[in-house]
Nanobody, 116 residues
C-alpha cells in the first residue's frame, strides 16, 4: 500500500528549530517530486518547498527562504524539511506530498506550533 507519513512536528518557541520527516512506502519514491505544504484553519494550503526526484533542484516559498531546507534520502525513502528560526507565522499543519505526472500522494500531516 502507498503511504506517506509525516513526523517531527511539535510545539516550540520563536527562534527554535524543528526537522520534519516524511517516510514513503509502496511506490518508487525516487521517481517522484516531493513537496512540503502547510495549512492553517480557514486558509488555503500553501506550498512551502519542493525537491526534484534526484534531489538536485529545490524551490522555496519566499516566506521561508533562508530558514527552511528541503532534502531527501532516496535510499531510505525519506524526505525532510529542516525549519530554523521558527516564528508564530509558521504555525500550521505540515503535509508531505509526492507527485509524478498525474499521480499525487499525501500524508496525514504533522502539527507545528510556534509560541509568539
Amino acid at each position: 500500500q502507498v503511504h506517506l507519513v509525516e513526523s517531527g512536528g511539535g510545539s516550540v518557541q520563536s527562534g527554535e528549530s524543528l526537522r520534519l520527516s516524511c517516510a514513503a512506502s509502496g511506490f518508487t519514491f525516487s521517481s517522484f517530486v516531493v513537496r512540503w505544504f502547510r495549512q492553517v484553519p480557514g486558509k488555503e494550503r500553501e506550498l512551502v518547498a519542493g525537491i526534484s526526484g534526484g534531489g538536485t533542484n529545490t524551490n522555496y516559498a519566499d516566506s521561508v527562504k533562508g530558514r527552511f531546507t528541503i532534502s531527501r534520502d532516496n535510499a531510505e525513502n525519506m524526505a525532510y524539511l529542516q525549519m530554523n528560526n521558527l516564528g508564530p507565522e509558521d504555525t500550521a499543519v505540515y503535509y508531505c506530498n509526492a507527485y509524478l505526472y498525474a499521480t499525487y500522494y499525501w500524508g496525514q500531516g504533522t502539527q507545528v506550533t510556534v509560541a509568539p
